[in-house]
């Protein structure tokens, strides 16, 4: 027996070196394509989604050391023919002659049909290792629906396609798995995680910590304020609202719980914020590019009309934490560090930020613009007393990188199926004419009918396949209803991230739960408590000129923000009962009323009810000039 665990842990031993190598060599292969776009699309995606693929196999296995022997050997030896099958199937695709004749007259050959099946087999347990079974499901019934849609009665039959086409149109085209966002997946967005890889393995998380408790750390709840601060830096960089959690988290929560906040308040803090990283510019996480993809606008732009919804957001989340603090009777932090010191120490960490963001305002490609920024980052270490970086690190970083962009590349790769399908078989038109007549033609209640969708599909699916999804199916009923494309783009982006602090199924208030030691589901209900922002901003987003474009005046841009704000305070004083002192429960009532006035009404109606939200803000600070806030 001693001996089989030894073989076990010798063989485990071995395959994360292996993986490691391969994830390295991937990253390699990435750069030399961002950098010279040497390979065509019909090679390159294939190409990437095979490193993918053996990668998943080989990290995430069917066994583990610990399982009786006999099992472990024989699912390693799954895992190995799962390689050498992806390998045969990347071959027969990425060899494919598109030009052939034959394939133009007579379709598909026997070998190259058997590749095609393989891969979508290959793909979807891929998917079921590293993201889930919902994923498959959904694939699942998707592809089904494009199969056998002929046999359904009324107006969702569609045509029904034969195997032959379906693999011709997902595999051996770039409409389905090899479409836009497998795409996006495997040039701008890994690139970025890469940066974001670099940017923690040289330091650079620590920095922006330090630097938000030094910030806010004195202030009323100061450790849940540093929550949040820091998590909108490391947030926008990192990619996963979950992996931020428990970067961030690790340190503020245990803070937090010694200053006073109840454990699920801390979980609660964490995720809330930490999920706001990823509608934070620059990087926004991988759903920006893709909607940028999708809308054909460039992503400077995106970024630009992103700042003020993320600003307004964050405020949010930090005046839930300031009343939740005051309401405790809780203060900030004795002692921080100084700020200066800090930013002395390491201010090089801030060039790379500001190297992409002004590369990315001038239209630069995002690619070449991501790649400049991992190097910048490295020259930045370098350049720091206190951070000069081995190469070991570097080699790490690109590791990281590779394994952090695994379920984003699968993800992707997955979602492009359904958007492949939605294309062939026309669904989308029948889905927005159905959500168009099940809404009655009202904004208000399509967008409820969104939300429910997109914490649904959020429950199993991760945010940038969830936002995929429903925007192929939403956003046309949105136009529909009179909402610019960028516009609707962005209010299914920012409602595809409330899974994450949504119950039942809240991924990154459930992590922070782990470092709590907090009740999951309590901890859940915080999150989506403090993250009501997620909800009432989109909303403002149909209901007024948030996202500000060329086309509108400044002054109705402006007014925007103001009502935002109102609906914001207002908001959050109905629901935490509390402003500068405890409310009752009449006035809680009170706010909530006019929040939802400000939120619907148009003008000049909401102008009113922010004219009365203001007074009577002041009207409560002037009473109670005692607790006005720190």
Request: proline share 4%; hydrophobic share 55%.
């Amino acid at each position: 027996m001693t001996q089989i665990t030894s073989a076990q842990e010798k063989m485990a031993n071995l395959l994360t070196y292996i993986v490691s190598t391969i994830a390295v060599m991937l990253t390699i292969f990435q750069i030399w394509q961002g950098i010279t776009a040497s390979l065509s699309a019909t090679l390159f995606r294939p190409a990437h989604l095979s490193w993918v693929l053996v990668l998943i196999f080989l990290a995430f296995p069917l066994a583990r050391p610990g399982h009786p022997p006999l099992r472990y050997f024989i699912a390693r030896g799954i895992d190995i023919l799962l390689v050498c099958a992806t390998c045969w199937a990347a071959s027969q695709i990425i060899t494919f002659d598109y030009d052939d004749i034959s394939f133009l007259l007579d379709g598909l050959q026997i070998p190259d049909q058997i590749a095609g099946v393989l891969m979508m087999v290959l793909l979807l347990e891929a998917t079921r290792r590293c993201v889930g079974m919902v994923m498959v499901a959904v694939a699942v019934i998707f592809l089904a629906y494009a199969l056998f849609g002929d046999a359904l009665p009324g107006s969702i039959a569609s045509k029904g396609f034969s195997l032959e086409e379906m693999v011709r149109f997902h595999i051996y085209s770039t409409n389905g798995v090899f479409g836009a966002p497998l795409a996006i997946a495997a040039g701008v967005v890994f690139i970025f995680v890469l940066f974001g890889a670099f940017l923690q393995v040289t330091g650079a998380g620590q920095f922006f910590i330090d630097s938000a408790f030094a910030i806010a750390g004195k202030s009323r709840g100061g450790p849940a304020k540093a929550s949040v601060l820091a998590s909108a830096a490391l947030g926008s960089i990192s990619g996963s609202a979950i992996a931020n959690t428990v970067t961030t988290g690790s340190l503020t929560i245990p803070m937090m719980k010694k200053l006073g906040y109840r454990a699920e308040q801390a979980a609660g803090i964490e995720a809330a914020a930490s999920t706001g990283g990823q509608i934070m510019p620059p990087v926004m996480g991988a759903g920006a590019f893709v909607m940028a993809q999708f809308t054909g606008i460039p992503y400077s732009e995106i970024i630009l009309v992103s700042i003020a919804p993320a600003i307004l957001y964050f405020g949010c989340t930090l005046l839930y934490v300031h009343l939740m603090a005051c309401k405790l009777n809780l203060q900030g932090m004795s002692e921080t560090e100084k700020i200066g010191k800090i930013i002395r120490q390491g201010w090089h960490f801030l060039l790379p930020l500001v190297l992409i963001t002004i590369l990315l305002i001038m239209s630069y490609s995002p690619i070449l613009v991501g790649i400049a920024g991992c190097v910048a980052v490295l020259i930045a270490a370098m350049a720091g007393k206190n951070s000069r970086i081995q190469f070991s690190q570097v080699i790490e970083g690109m590791r990281e990188g590779a394994i952090l962009a695994l379920p984003i590349s699968i993800a992707c790769a997955t979602a492009g199926i359904v958007v492949g399908v939605v294309g062939q078989t026309g669904i989308g038109l029948q889905f927005t004419q159905f959500l168009t007549s099940l809404s009655g033609g009202h904004l208000w209640s399509a967008l409820l009918f969104i939300a429910i969708a997109a914490v649904i599909l959020g429950m199993g699916l991760p945010v940038t396949a969830a936002y995929i999804v429903l925007s192929v199916m939403a956003v046309p009923a949105l136009m529909d209803l009179g909402i610019p494309m960028l516009t609707a783009h962005m209010i299914v982006f920012w409602l595809s991230q409330t899974s994450n602090v949504t119950p039942p199924i809240a991924l990154a208030a459930f992590a922070g739960a782990g470092i709590a030691n907090a009740s999951p589901m309590r901890s859940a209900v915080q999150a989506f408590k403090l993250a009501q922002g997620f909800f009432l901003i989109p909303a403002m987003m149909a209901f007024s000129g948030l996202i500000w474009t060329q086309q509108e005046s400044v002054f109705a841009f402006i007014e925007s923000i103001l009502a935002c704000i109102a609906l914001i305070v207002a908001f959050a004083g109905g629901i935490e009962g509390y402003l500068f002192n405890r409310l009752s429960k009449i006035q809680q009532l009170f706010f909530l009323a006019l929040a939802v006035a400000t939120l619907l009404l148009a003008n000049p109606y909401r102008i009113i009810s922010m004219g009365v939200i203001l007074c009577w803000v002041i009207y409560e600070w002037r009473k109670n000039r005692t607790a006005v806030m720190v």
